[in-house]
C-alpha cells in the first residue's frame, strides 16, 4: 500500500463489519450440538470460522453455507461420530481449544492439527483441567502443543481456576462440563468475554455467572435457535483508530457488538480523547449492538492495564499504533497474553512499528510506545498474523512514502473484505 502524508487523505463513509468471529465459532458448534435447525445469518466466512465448519463435518454434521445465511442440521450430540480423518484448525485458537472441550465429551478418538502458528501456541491450559475431567488427551510436550489426540467419555465435573483470564479456557471446561456428571465451576483473575454463556442460554442451557465465576450443570441438551451474528468489534478496532487519526475522517461503522466484555477500545480510546459516539442501541439475540460512529480527534497517552486487557487484548496492536500518533507517553501492561496470540504480539508489534519509525520498547508483560512519531514507509511483515497486517495497512496510510506490507492474504482470518472496505472509504 501506498501513500504520503503530505497526500493528505481523510477516511469518509459507512463500513459493513463482518460477523463477530467469537459469536461465529460458537454458533456452529452450538448448532451442531443442539437438536433441530440453527439458521446463521451475517455469519463471518473467513477461514477461521470455514475451519469449525469443517471440523464439525467431519464429525457428521450437515451444515449448508449459502450466499444469506449458513444453516447447521444437528442432530444432537449423541448422533457426532468419529471421524476418520484429522480435524484441522488450520489459524485458529478458538476452534482448537473449545473443540478439544467438546472432544473430551464424547466418547471416541480425535486427533487435533493446525498450522505453523498453531503449532507453537500453548494448549496445555486446557488439556490439563480437560484430563482431570477424565479426559485421556496426548500430545507434543505432554499434551501442550499439537497435534494432540483425545479419547473423551464419561466426565467429572471439576471446580478450576483458571490462571489466567482466557474465553478459550472457560468456555472449553464449561462445554466439557456439560458433558460431565454434576456441577462444573470455572474462574477466573478477570473477566473475559462471555459469548460462550449468553449463547448457550439461547440454546436451551442453564448456567449460573457471579461475577468472575460461571457453574454449569452436567447432563443438558442443547435446542436449535437462529442467531444473527453482530458486526465484529475486534475487526471495527481497525477503523476506530484509523478515523480517529487520520484528520477530517468521519466513518460510521453498522451493527457492531458492544457487549461489555468486548467494549475497552471504545473506552481506552474515549480515554484517549477520541470522538466516538454509540448509535441507535439494542438488543439482538442476548448480545448488545450499536452503529459506531468516529469522527478524528487529537489523542493523548494513556496507560492499559489490569481488568480492561481482557476486553481488549485483540485490539492491543491496534492500539499501539493509535498511541503512536498521540501526546506523551502510553503504557500497556499486564498483556503477557499477548504473547501466545497468533504471533508474539508485543515483538511483532514492536519490530514493525519500529521498522516504520515508532519509537517503541517491550517490556515483558506489555510496551512502552512515544507519541507524536512521524511514521516513515518501510518494508514490513505481517508475520502469518491477520491483525498486524491490517494494523500495518492502517499505519500505511500514515507513513511518508511507500510502505510494503509482506503478507496480507492473512487478513482472509478474520475480515476477507478488509482492504476492499478501507480503499472505498479513501477520499
Ligand atoms: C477468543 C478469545 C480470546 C481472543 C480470541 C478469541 C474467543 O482468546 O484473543 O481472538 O473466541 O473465545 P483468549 O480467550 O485465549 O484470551
Redesign the pocket.
Known amino acids: 500500500m501506498r501513500n504520503s502524508q503530505l497526500e493528505e487523505i481523510r477516511l469518509v463513509g459507512d463500513v459493513i463489519i463482518p460477523g463477530d468471529?467469537?459469536?461465529s465459532?460458537?454458533a456452529i458448534m452450538f448448532g451442531s450440538l443442539a437438536n433441530g435447525t440453527t439458521r446463521i445469518t451475517n455469519f463471518l466466512l473467513g477461514e477461521d470460522c470455514l475451519s469449525t465448519i469443517a471440523c464439525f463435518r467431519k464429525l457428521g454434521v450437515h451444515i449448508d453455507v449459502l450466499e444469506e445465511e449458513v444453516i447447521v442440521h444437528g442432530k444432537g450430540i449423541e448422533e457426532l461420530k468419529e471421524p476418520n480423518a484429522v480435524l484441522d484448525v488450520g489459524n485458529s485458537?478458538?476452534t482448537a481449544?473449545?473443540m478439544m472441550g467438546i472432544l473430551s465429551g464424547l466418547p471416541f478418538h480425535s486427533v487435533l492439527i493446525g498450522d505453523a502458528s498453531i503449532g507453537k501456541r500453548p494448549m496445555k491450559?486446557v488439556t490439563k483441567p480437560l484430563k482431570q475431567m477424565g479426559a485421556s488427551i496426548d500430545g507434543r510436550e505432554d499434551a501442550t502443543y499439537t497435534p494432540i489426540s483425545i479419547r473423551g467419555g464419561s466426565l467429572k465435573s471439576i471446580s478450576y481456576h483458571s490462571p489466567?483470564?482466557?474465553?478459550?479456557?472457560?468456555?472449553s471446561i464449561l462445554l466439557a462440563g456439560l458433558f460431565a456428571d454434576g456441577t462444573t465451576i470455572v474462574s477466573e483473575p478477570e473477566k473475559?468475554?462471555d459469548?460462550?454463556e449468553r449463547m448457550l442460554k439461547a440454546f436451551g442451557c442453564e448456567l449460573d455467572v457471579n461475577g468472575n465465576t460461571v457453574s454449569i450443570n452436567g447432563n443438558q441438551r442443547l435446542t436449535a435457535t437462529d442467531v444473527i451474528v453482530p458486526g465484529d468489534i475486534?475487526s471495527a478496532a481497525f477503523f476506530l483508530v484509523a478515523g480517529s487519526i487520520i484528520p477530517n475522517s468521519e466513518i460510521l461503522l453498522k451493527n457492531v457488538g458492544v457487549n461489555p466484555t468486548r467494549i475497552g477500545i471504545l473506552t481506552v480510546l474515549e480515554r484517549m480523547g477520541a470522538n466516538i459516539t454509540l448509535e441507535d442501541e439494542k438488543m439482538v439475540n442476548g448480545e448488545p449492538i450499536a452503529n459506531i460512529r468516529v469522527k478524528s480527534s487529537k489523542l493523548k497517552a494513556t496507560v492499559i492495564g489490569g481488568a480492561e486487557i481482557?476486553t481488549c487484548?485483540?485490539e492491543l496492536p491496534i492500539l499501539a499504533l493509535a498511541a503512536s500518533m498521540a501526546d506523551g507517553e502510553t503504557i500497556i501492561k499486564d498483556a503477557e497474553?499477548l504473547r501466545?496470540?497468533?504471533t508474539d504480539r508485543i515483538q511483532t508489534v514492536v519490530t514493525e512499528l519500529s521498522n516504520l519509525g515508532v519509537s517503541i520498547e517491550a517490556t515483558k508483560d506489555g510496551m512502552i510506545i512515544q507519541g507524536n512519531s512521524s511514521l516513515k514507509g518501510a518494508n514490513v511483515k505481517s508475520h502469518g498474523d491477520h491483525r498486524m497486517g491490517m494494523m500495518l495497512s492502517i499505519a500505511s496510510l500514515l507513513a511518508d512514502g511507500e510502505t510494503e506490507i509482506e503478507d496480507t492474504n492473512c487478513i482472509a482470518v478474520?475480515f476477507p473484505n478488509f482492504k476492499e472496505q478501507l480503499n472505498d472509504l479513501i477520499k
Request: proline letters at 3%.
Open positions: 468471529k467469537s459469536i465459532h460458537r485458537g478458538t481449544r473449545l491450559r489466567v483470564s482466557s474465553a478459550q479456557v472457560k468456555s473475559s468475554r459469548h460462550t475486534s481482557p487484548i485483540d497474553e501466545v496470540k497468533e478474520s
